[in-house]
C-alpha cells in the first residue's frame, strides 16, 4: 500500500458562504437549522425545488445567495444523519453501502429480452444529496467533442443558436471548473503510481472537493504501464476536454479529512445558516397543478405543487409558486412528475387514464444508460478487499477509509478493433432506416424519432474514433482477486421510462431496451477483449481469470456470458439519462436551453435528464456543471406568476431603482424642494 503523508488541517477559520477550504461542518447540529418539518413550510416560495440530490442542492445553494429569494427543497428520502459515517466513507462506498438500503430508490428494470429477461437493477440516492451520497466518487469529465456536439445540435432543426453555446465544451467547462476545488495527489503517491497532474484543468474554488484517496493498492501502479502494454496509450490530461488513455481519475474525495465530498457537504452544510433556504426531507413530490388559461406565449403557468410524507397522508400538501417550479428528481423520476401533472407523450397519458395537458412526447424517452462487465483474475498480491478483510488496525484507520477504485482508460473504436473497425462502422451506418427506427424507438412521435436518427449518426461517424466507446476500470475491492470492467458509452439501444396508472404512488415502468441494437453487443465483447490485452500486459500480477474464464474465447462464448450471467454478464453502470433531453422540440426535446419545458412557462428541468445522449463519462461532473449554469441562468432571467412574464434580472434591478427614483422624486416633491 502507497501512503500519503499527513494532509495539513485547514486552520480554523469561521465559515463563510460555500467556504471550499472549510471541512465539512457536518457534525456541528446549528449548520442544520435550514431544514425544516412539514409544519414550519410557508405557503409559498419563489422557487420550489424537487428533489435534494446532485443538482436540487446545488440549486437551493446558488439561488439563496440572494437573500431576497426564498427556496423549499422537496426530497423524498430521509436527511441521511443516521448513516452519516456510512456516507463519508469513501471506502464505506464498497464496505457499508447504502445502494439496497431504504436510502435508495431501489428501482430495477422490467426484464430486459436481450438480456435473458433479466431484471437490471438501478439504484438512486433516496437521501439528501442524492445519487451523489451512494455513488463510486470516480470524478470524470465528457470531451470537447461530446459537449460541442450538443450546442451544435441545439442550434439546428429550429433551435436558437444564440443560447446554444452555453452548453458547447468552454461554458460548460468553466461551470465544470467553479463547482470544485482540486487538491493535487502528495508526491509519495506520485512516486509510485503514475498519476499525470494538471492542475490548471480544474477548478481552485469550488465548493466540492476533489482529489485523491490516502492511499492506493501497489496494483495501481501498473496501470498506466499495462493499458499501453495493450495499445491504450497513457491520457496525460485527463479531464481537460479528451479523455481517450489511460489514467488514474480523481474523486470526490475532500483530503482534509478523508471523506466524500458530495452535494449535501460541499453546498449546503457549508453555508452559514439562511433564513431564505428551506430544506424538507422526507416530502414527495407528487404532482404540480398549472393554471386553466395559457400564457401571451401560449405557455401554461404553474402555480402550485403538492407533496406529501407518504401514500398514507390523506391529502396531499401544496405549496405555492411565486416564481418557478425546478425539477431535479434525477433521470427516472423527473419524468414521472412530469407525466402525472398531465405533461408528456399522448399515448402514455392516455392509457394511464391521466388527462394530458400539454402533449410533450419526449417526455421519458431517450432513456440511455452504460452498460458494463467485468473480467475477474485471481491475485497473488493484496487487494483492499483483502486488507479490509483482515479486521487490522490498518483496515480501521482513517486513511483505509479513503481507499476508492480511481484506474481507467478510455478506449475509441479504432482501438477496439485493432484497426479493422471500418465494415462495422459501415454496418452500423447502413441499418438505420425508417424500419429499423419504428423498431427501435418506443414512440409515435415523428420528433423522437428524428432526434434519434440524427444523433445515431452522429455517433457512429463523429463519435466513432474521436470519442471513447468504451471504458475501462479496474476493481480492488474483494479479497484476491482484480476485476477490470469493460463499459460501453455510446450505446445505440434507446428505451424509455412511463407510468401506467393515475396514482403517483405507484412506481415508475424502466425499460432501457438494453442490447436492442445488435452493435452493443459487439462493442462490449469488444471490450471485454481489450480488457484480456491489458490483463495480459499486467503478467504474473494476475494468475488465473475467474470470469468469465479461459475456456470463453470464441465470439459466441463471450456474448453468452454478457447476456445470460446475472451477476457479471452486462449490468448498468448506474448513469441513466436522458429521458428530458435538452434539445430543439422537433429533435424530440422536452427543454429548451434555457432548461425550460417547451409548453410550460415557468417549470425548470435541471438534472441527469437532460443530458441528449451518454456522454463517455461518469456522470457527476457534467452534472455540477448543469446545475451550476443552470443557477446562473436563473439568477439572470426568471417567471414571475405575479406578473405573468419572464423578468431579466438587470430589468428588474433598473425598475426597482426606477421606482425608488419616483418616490423620492415624490418626496421632494411633497416637501418643496
Ligand atoms: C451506485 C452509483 C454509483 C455511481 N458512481 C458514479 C461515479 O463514480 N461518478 C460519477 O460521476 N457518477 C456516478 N454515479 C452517477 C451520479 O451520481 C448521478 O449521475 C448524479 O447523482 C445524478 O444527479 P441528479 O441530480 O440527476 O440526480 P440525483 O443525484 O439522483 O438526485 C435526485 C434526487 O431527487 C430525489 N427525488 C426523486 N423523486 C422525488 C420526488 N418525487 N420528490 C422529491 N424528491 C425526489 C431523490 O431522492 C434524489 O435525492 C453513480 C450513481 C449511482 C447510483
Known sequence: ?????????????????????????????????????????????????????????????????????????????????????????????????????????????????????????????????????MNAMYLVRPSKTEMDTWQELLAGDGGDSSTASRWGWDNLYKYMKKAETFTPPADSLKSVVNITVDASLHGSNGPMQISYPAIMINITANWTAACAGAGIPEQKSPNGGTTLGGFITPSSINPSNETRS???????????????????????????????????????????????????????????????????????????????????????????????????????????????SPIVWQTPLQTAGDIHNSGSDFSKSKEFNSFINDAVAFANASLLFDGNQTTFQQEIVASLNDTMVDKMVPSYSSEVKAGYKKIYNLIATRFFDNVAQVELLMSLISPGVVAVQAAIQHPYSIGRVYVNSTNPWDGIIIDPQFHSH????????????????????????????????????????????LVNDPSNGANSQFHPAGTAAMLPKALGGVVDADMKVYGLANVRVVDGSVFPFEFAAHLASAGYGVAEQAADLIKAKSYSVTSGKATNASVASTASLSLVALVLGCLLTILGL
Open 1 to 133: 500500500v502507497v501512503q500519503r503523508s499527513p494532509q495539513p488541517q485547514p486552520n480554523a477559520q469561521p465559515y463563510s458562504p460555500l467556504n471550499p477550504r472549510a471541512a465539512t461542518p457536518y457534525d456541528e447540529p446549528i449548520y442544520r437549522r435550514d431544514y425544516i418539518s412539514t409544519s414550519e413550510a410557508k405557503p409559498s416560495y419563489d422557487y420550489v425545488i424537487a428533489g435534494g440530490g446532485l443538482a436540487g442542492l446545488v440549486l437551493a445553494s446558488r439561488l439563496t445567495e440572494d437573500p431576497k429569494v426564498s427556496v423549499l427543497v422537496l426530497e423524498a428520502g430521509m436527511s441521511g444523519d443516521d448513516v452519516k459515517d456510512q456516507v463519508n466513507s469513501p471506502a464505506g462506498a464498497y464496505y457499508q453501502s447504502i445502494v439496497g438500503s431504504a436510502y435508495d430508490w431501489n428501482f430495477t428494470t422490467v426484464p430486459q429480452p436481450n438480456l435473458a429477461n433479466r431484471r437490471i437493477s438501478q439504484p438512486r440516492g433516496r437521501i439528501l444529496g442524492g445519487s451523489t451520497a
Open 262 to 372: 458530495y452535494s449535501r457537504p460541499a453546498y449546503i452544510d457549508s453555508l452559514p445558516p439562511r433564513s431564505n433556504l428551506h430544506i424538507l426531507s422526507e416530502s414527495t413530490v407528487l404532482k404540480f397543478n398549472m393554471q386553466s388559461k395559457q400564457d401571451k406565449s401560449g405557455n401554461y403557468i404553474i402555480e402550485s405543487v403538492e407533496y406529501a410524507k407518504d401514500s398514507s397522508q390523506t391529502s396531499n400538501t401544496v405549496v405555492k409558486i411565486n416564481k418557478e417550479f425546478i425539477l431535479a428528481a434525477g433521470a427516472l423520476s423527473t419524468p414521472k412528475i412530469l407525466m402525472y401533472s398531465g405533461v408528456g407523450p399522448k399515448d402514455t397519458l392516455e392509457s394511464a387514464g391521466i388527462s394530458m395537458k400539454v402533449e410533450l412526447p419526449g417526455v421519458g424517452q431517450r432513456l440511455q444508460d452504460h452498460m458494463t
Open 518 to 561: 445488435w452493435a452493443d453487443l459487439v462493442m462490449m465483447r469488444q471490450g471485454l477483449k481489450l480488457v484480456r490485452r491489458v490483463g495480459a500486459a499486467y503478467g504474473t500480477v494476475l494468475g488465473t481469470e475467474l470470469n468469465p474464464g479461459p475456456n470463453m474465447q470464441s465470439d459466441d462464448a463471450i456474448d453468452a456470458y
